[in-house]
Every structure is written in C-alpha cells, then in structure tokens.
C-alpha cells in the first residue's frame, strides 16, 4: 500500500497502518485513521474500534482532527454502549473534555429525555456538575432541588452534601437548613444526618456544630449526640 511509504508517518503510525493491513480491514477503513493528525496512540484506538465492529460510517463520527485520544474513547465507549450516532454527532466537536462526554452519554444510555440532557450537556458545566444534575433528572428530582445543590456557590464537596439530602428525601425546607455557604461539607453531612434522622433543626445545636473543622473524624452516632440540644 503506497500509504505505508509516505515519510510523514513515524515507525510506531506504520506500524498501526500494517496491522489494521495484517487483521483485514479494508483500505478505506485503514484511511480512515491513517492520518498524520492521529498520533500512534489514537491510531490504534480507531483500528481496534473498527476490528471490533463499529461502521465506517459511525468510525467518520470519531475519526476528527478536533478531537484527542480520551474524546475519540469516551465517544466510541458511547458507540459500542448504542448511543445513536445523532446524538454522538451533536458532541463531537471538541469543545467538551471525555469527562462532560461521559455524563452526556450516560443521559442517553440510561433513558434521559433530550429536553433533560439539554439542561446539563454545556460546556460551562464542570463533570462533577453534569453528574449531580444527570443523576437528579434520572432519579426525578424536584427542578428548584436540583437548583439548589447545583450552585457554585458550593464546592464540589458542599454540592454533594446537599445531594444526598435530596436523595434521601429531604423536603425544601430541610434542605435549606444546611444549604447554606457558612457550613463546610462535613458540619453539612452532621446537620443532614440529623434531618435525615426526624431531628427538626429547633433540636440541632448549631453553635457545636460550628465547631467543626471541615476535615474533623466523624462518628455520626456519637457526634450527632454531642450536637442535639439537652
């Protein structure tokens, strides 16, 4: 194949051109990541994807000069997962990271309306961010709830805290009892258990709660002893 003399290809791009030669792929397809743009690395990512199956037509989609080795791996996970290839089509840009790929995938592969996935899949929108408000519409949660712990007021740690608040059933009002920037992720977790538990927060003594350093050992059966009210 002429291609494999063309001086523009190190040794280890040949050598992924020969094996995609070697394990029978056609020389359309061998084309199709044969390509200076690619590096060895994505090279043999595209092969195999293509000697395990994926469409030429679907392999196009993956096969861009904008996108690097971990988006070209998150999209062909989605491929193989039966992310439809409109949808992959509407990601594969370059202007999410694998990361905010995964969490927009995962939308599709887990049944999320494209009204749903809209609401997350921006690329202003750190994973940990996607994740938070991907995993609220799968679970059905309340809009005004999964605004209130997608807030960048809150870390990622404080964003968590009021989360599990809602996934194990807090109202609105509970949460907004430890929803607050003054309290670390970990006085939020103490605050949280105790709502969780049927305490109602006139019993929480928030001047122990206070106290708490943000990385302070919890116990929470006997901490939340040491921070209900007498």
């Known amino acids: 194949m002429t291609i494999i003399k063309n001086k523009l290809f190190d040794e280890h791009q040949l050598l992924q051109i020969k094996k995609g030669q070697k394990h029978g792929l056609s020389k359309k397809e061998i084309l199709l990541y044969a390509s200076p743009d690619f590096d060895h690395f994505q090279m043999k990512l595209l092969r195999k994807a293509l000697e395990n199956g994926l469409s030429y037509k679907k392999m196009k989609e993956v096969a861009l000069p904008s996108l690097d080795f971990y988006q070209m791996s998150e999209i062909i996970r989605a491929l193989f997962a039966g992310v439809k290839l409109k949808n992959i089509q509407k990601y594969n840009n370059g202007d999410f990271d694998f990361s905010q790929l995964r969490e927009i995938f995962l939308g599709y592969e887990h049944?999320?309306?494209e009204e749903d996935i809209d609401k997350y899949a921006k690329t202003e929108f750190y994973n940990f961010e996607m994740r938070l408000m991907r995993l609220g519409y799968e679970k059905k949660?309340?809009?005004?709830?999964?605004?209130?712990?997608?807030?960048?007021i809150f870390s990622q740690d404080q964003m968590y805290q009021i989360y599990k608040g809602v996934k194990h059933g807090l109202d609105l009002n509970q949460l907004k009892v430890y929803a607050k920037v003054k309290y670390n992720s970990n006085q939020m977790r103490v605050i949280r258990w105790c709502l969780e538990d049927g305490y109602q927060s006139k019993e929480i003594d928030f001047s122990e709660i206070e106290k708490m350093g943000q990385f302070e050992e919890v116990n929470q059966n006997v901490l939340k002893v040491n921070i209900l009210k007498k």
Request: glycine share 6%.
């Open 141 to 152: 949660f309340d809009e005004e709830k999964i605004a209130l712990y997608n807030n960048r």
């Open 111 to 113: 049944g999320l309306s």
